[in-house]
């Protein structure tokens, strides 16, 4: 039952991997990766990464702005 993943199995795997972290008190990890199509794996190495060059400039530019 995933009534609050509406949207989200259209969208981009980042966006899919933000919903499992906001919503791992809610469901398994495994279920939801099942059902969002993406790996478990993925989504723990994407937990740990750290942020891009890209990623850490558009933050500066979206704070400044």
């Given at each position: ?17 933000v919903w499992i972290h906001n919503s791992?008190?809610v469901f398994p990890v495994a279920i ?34």
């Open positions: 039952y995933l009534k609050k993943g509406n949207g989200v199995l259209r969208k981009g795997h980042c966006v899919k991997y791992v008190s939801m990766c099942r059902v969002l199509e993406v790996s478990r794996s993925v989504f723990y190495a994407w937990r740990t990464r750290r942020p891009s060059a890209r990623q850490v400039c558009y933050a500066l530019l979206t704070d400044a702005v």
